[in-house]
């Protein structure tokens, strides 16, 4: 998942059986009525998991009870947590977090201060990047019960991607002093990355594995996100190999599978990193991974199949965010990924309606606000790119790409400087990014000396 997806619900909880939507047609009204959802096959490996049968026949006992008994608010609460978990392990939100949402609306309709309720909803709607509408039903289960740790890392979940950063901060603190635990950990070691303290959230995030169980998949979520963090600081080796031991925990771990393919492209070796990135994407649905496979083919010179790869890639986007805008069902917010692959895919008007559309939801993500700024350097409004690169440089984030991004834009703003010690800084490790923008960042960096 990627981290667009990240700390939403490191949750181990039951299992589930769900079903769909009957739409009908009432003199030119739709209503939905909701009925018994299906629990979905599972891909590749993901079947053979060692939870999957104990899921299917848990599923069995919820959806046979709720057909009993409908008013059954712990049953309905229970799909929802089971629906939320199979989200997470199928990467299939655009079912998953409808079906549970509808469970959870049912609760939430006959009881409103249902904290559980409360809290799965935020769940969802933070899923579908929702952040604000998710940021205040969090805060509303948080006003019920303030001594939950789990609600606080959905507000700082929430506060992270709107890019309030104190205020995520002095939330973290207090989930961490109610429970350090792998969900605290976790938050604090991606805290700390956005504020460039590297070792730190190296630190967190190995205090994050330690304190869950070997080949949960929370644990081995936990070890990939590691694995990511020595990439951006050029120990690739060290990332090799947390995500082969991953996948020892944890066989076929899909991102575990991502972590391995992108050191196999970045060794060159471009027919493992398809394979890889296939055998993924067989098993979970992920934007990245089809990204990332777009970018081997790049490096393949299969500019056709690039091109495929992301078209397929941008349709699904649009597909799953469409809807009724005025519901809060209406489907994922994908603007911020739609730019990025516009980017990729040069097609930059199209990347600035999206990274536009992201940052007035958004405005003060750095991540947000570095796409922004990107688009704006690819059309040439440097003007608007370093207001926007200056944002995104506002916690001292020290990711490699950011520098690049960054230095590149004071470069061309004649702000030699400033652009020689962001590209040094970003080109120190050697670290593994697109290789156009490193060699952008390179040639960029000689002219300036």
């Given at each position: 998942m990627s981290k667009k997806r990240l700390y939403l619900a490191l949750i181990i909880l039951f299992v589930v059986l769900a079903g769909f939507i009957v739409v009908k047609y009432n003199k030119g009204k739709i209503t939905e009525q909701l009925t018994f959802y299906t629990l979905l096959d599972r891909k590749g490996d993901l079947a053979r998991a060692p939870e999957w049968a104990s899921v299917r026949s848990h599923a069995e006992h919820l959806i046979k009870t709720v057909r009993i008994n409908p008013d059954d608010r712990k049953a309905s609460i229970a799909l929802a947590a089971l629906f939320i978990q199979e989200a997470r392990a199928t990467g299939n939100y655009a079912y998953y977090d409808k079906a549970a949402l509808k469970y959870v609306e049912y609760v939430l309709k006959n009881e409103p201060n249902n904290f559980q309720a409360l809290m799965f909803k935020a769940i969802i709607l933070a899923s579908q990047h929702h952040f604000r509408e998710g940021l205040k039903v969090a805060e509303q289960a948080r006003n019920i019960n303030p001594y939950n740790a789990f609600v606080y890392g959905i507000i700082v979940d929430s506060h992270v991607e709107l890019g309030n950063y104190k205020a995520a901060i002095d939330n973290a603190d207090k989930m961490v002093s109610i429970r350090p635990d792998i969900r605290s950990y976790s938050r604090i070691a991606y805290l700390r990355e956005i504020f460039g303290d590297f070792r730190g959230a190296?630190?967190?995030?190995?205090?994050?594995?330690?304190?869950?169980?070997?080949?949960?998949?929370?644990?081995?979520?936990?070890?990939?996100?590691?694995?990511?963090?020595?990439?951006?600081?050029?120990?690739?080796?060290?990332?090799?190999?947390?995500?082969?031991?991953?996948?020892?925990?944890?066989?076929?771990?899909?991102?575990?599978?991502?972590?391995?393919?992108?050191?196999?492209?970045?060794?060159?070796?471009?027919?493992?990193?398809?394979?890889?990135?296939?055998?993924?994407?067989?098993?979970?649905?992920?934007?990245?991974?089809?990204?990332?496979?777009?970018?081997?083919?790049?490096?393949?010179?299969?500019?056709?199949?690039?091109?495929?790869?992301?078209?397929?890639?941008?349709?699904?986007?649009?597909?799953?965010?469409?809807?009724?805008?005025?519901?809060?069902?209406?489907?994922?917010?994908?603007?911020?990924e739609l730019a990025k692959v516009y980017i990729k895919a040069k097609d930059y008007n199209n990347a600035l309606e999206h990274a536009l559309l992201e940052y007035n939801r958004r405005p003060g993500n750095i991540e947000v606000n570095e796409t922004l700024a990107w688009v704006y350097f690819k059309k040439g409004d440097i003007s608007k790119a370093n207001r926007h690169i200056t944002t995104a440089l506002k916690t001292g984030n020290k990711n490699p790409v950011l520098l690049c991004h960054a230095g590149l834009i004071a470069a061309k703003a004649g702000a030699n400087n400033k652009a020689k010690a962001l590209l040094e800084q970003g080109l120190a490790n050697n670290t593994f990014m697109d290789p156009e923008l490193k060699k952008e960042s390179i040639d960029a960096l000689a002219a300036l000396h």
């Open positions: 190296m630190e967190a995030m190995q205090m994050a594995i330690d304190s869950g169980i070997p080949g949960d998949e929370g644990t081995e979520w936990c070890r990939v996100q590691l694995g990511r963090l020595y990439e951006k600081t050029g120990a690739l080796d060290t990332a090799n190999l947390l995500y082969q031991a991953a996948l020892q925990y944890r066989p076929s771990y899909p991102y575990a599978l991502g972590g391995l393919a992108r050191i196999a492209l970045a060794s060159k070796n471009y027919r493992q990193a398809e394979k890889l990135y296939l055998e993924a994407n067989a098993m979970i649905s992920d934007y990245g991974f089809r990204e990332e496979l777009a970018e081997v083919y790049d490096q393949m010179n299969l500019s056709q199949k690039a091109t495929n790869t992301r078209k397929a890639l941008i349709e699904e986007m649009l597909k799953e965010s469409s809807g009724n805008t005025n519901s809060s069902t209406h489907g994922h917010y994908s603007d911020g």
